[in-house]
């Protein structure tokens, strides 16, 4: 049966016309997405990452406009947790004309592959960049055990 090229073309029309909003649709609720909506939170949680260093771990966090006052971590076992509050007041006897950074917090934890001396946790902030130094606890760390 032969049928009108007129017709291909208006299903392959209809077609595109529901990919599209589709992709519109699922593009809202997408995080990953090059062109997410300005309130995602991507844009609100610190770009980090984790390094392990035989016995120890290494994390370095992205915390730009963040004074060391205002960042808070937590060490638990294998738990990590890094938080942050910046509140923004204008210089004592100024009016503020004009405000475009704003106020915000954020909370980031993650799960550690092995548990960490919590005791011995070095904490650094320099050009923006926290810088956690945490040491393997006795527990976590290989042992060579020798045979008899």
Do not use: C
Not at 61 to 88: D, H, T
Not at 94 to 113: A, I, K, Q, W
Not at 134 to 147: D, F, G, L, S
């Amino acid at each position: 049966m032969l049928t009108r090229w007129s017709d291909v073309d208006r299903m392959f029309n209809a077609m595109d016309f529901l990919r599209n909003n589709l992709d519109s649709m699922f593009r809202d609720f997408d995080i990953t997405s090059s062109y997410s909506p300005k309130w995602m939170i991507t844009d609100k949680i610190p770009k980090t990452n984790l390094y392990d260093k035989g016995d120890m771990f290494e994390v370095k966090a992205e915390v730009p406009g963040f004074s060391q006052e205002e960042l808070n971590v937590k060490v638990q076992g294998n738990y990590l947790e890094i938080s942050g509050k910046r509140q923004l007041e204008g210089p004592k006897g100024y009016t503020t004309h004009r405000t475009e950074r704003d106020v915000t917090t954020f909370s980031r934890s993650f799960t550690l592959p092995a548990d960490i001396d919590g005791n011995k946790v070095e904490a650094s902030l320099k050009n923006g960049i926290l810088t956690l130094s945490m040491p393997k606890a006795e527990i976590a760390k290989p042992k060579q055990i020798k045979i008899n």
